[in-house]
Structure formats: C-alpha cells, structure tokens
C-alpha cells in the first residue's frame, strides 16, 4: 500500500506564493505519474499539474506560467511551487500517486488534502 501527505498549505494575499509538498510512505516496487488536484466546492476535483516518472509535465491552462510541479524519483516525494496566486486559486489540495503493486495492478493513492485560501 502507498499512503500520501501533503503540507504547505495556507492563508495568502493574492500575488503570493506557497509550496505544498507530498511524501509518500509504505511498500511498493514503483510509483508512476503523481499530480496535484484541487477543489473548491461546489466545483469537481480538478487536475492541477501532474509528473510523470520521466518527468514529463502537464498543466492546467489556468496555472500554466504560475505554478511549477516537481518530484524526487529517489524519495518519491512531490512538490508544487506556486506563484502569482489568485483567489480563483482558492480550495483543497490532494496529491495523487498512481502505482503499482507487486502482482502488477495499477492503483491510485490520495492524501487527505490541504487547504490554501488566496485573499484579494
């Protein structure tokens, strides 16, 4: 099983900036793409910015410029830097890890999420 954190979360002025970081944590032979979502309700979790184990990036049009993801394959952590915050940037924060476990299934993990508050 592969159990996820995140911290970093927080209350900041618009034009701000924090990082939030994931660890992870558990046994497992691989873990793949790892991303960050987000929710504000009453909107749907939706997809922030995600790595690959390559490192290939992806995202969301809304945060492209601002926000940078970035992972350590060695210690399977992830962070997300984010600039320029807005208050439409408002909500809570999971990571994701997608893995795999020993019989070769593919399996998702979710932390409990942060919350970040973008004040204007």
């Known amino acids: 099983q592969v159990q996820v954190a995140e911290s970093g979360g927080g209350l900041v002025q618009a034009g701000g900036s924090l990082r939030l970081d994931c660890l992870t944590a558990?046994?497992?032979?691989?873990?793949?793409?790892m991303g960050w979502y987000r929710q504000a309700p009453p909107k749907q979790r939706e997809l922030v910015a995600r790595?690959?184990?390559?490192?290939?990036?992806e995202y969301a049009d809304s945060v492209k410029g601002r926000f940078t993801i970035s992972r350590d394959n060695a210690k399977n952590t992830l962070s997300l830097q984010m600039n320029s915050l807005k208050p439409e940037d408002t909500g809570a924060y999971y990571c994701?890890?997608?893995?795999?476990?020993?019989?070769?299934?593919?399996?998702?993990?979710w932390g409990q999420g942060t919350q970040v508050t973008v004040s204007s």
């Open positions: 558990g046994s497992f032979p691989r873990i793949n793409t």
């Open positions: 790595i690959s184990k390559e490192g290939t990036t």
């Open positions: 994701n890890a997608e893995w795999t476990d020993w019989v070769g299934l593919k399996r998702d993990a």
